[in-house]
């Protein structure tokens, strides 16, 4: 397949090796431990976790502005 932009691909060092793991999905779990309910304003025995996903651009490398 060709592109008119080349799409830039996202990935994240392996620790320990000198390649790197190339994302392409990222899920995630809100509510997952109880300050962050009650921040959210929920009762720990309310709703059950949130899931949903993030595109790999949202990834910032450690150390990175």
């Not at 397949?1 to 990935?11: G, Y």
């Not at 976790?49 to 490398?61: D, L, S, T």
Request: glycine share 6%; aromatic share 12%; hydrophobic share 35%.
């Amino acid at each position: 397949m060709s592109f008119v932009n080349t799409p830039h691909q996202i990935s994240i060092p392996i620790e320990g090796q000198d390649t790197s793991f190339l994302v392409h999905r990222v899920f995630c779990i809100g509510r997952n431990y109880k300050k962050h309910i009650a921040e959210m304003g929920y009762q720990d025995s309310e709703t059950p976790f949130v899931y949903f996903m993030k595109p790999p651009e949202a990834i910032v490398n450690s150390g990175s502005e």
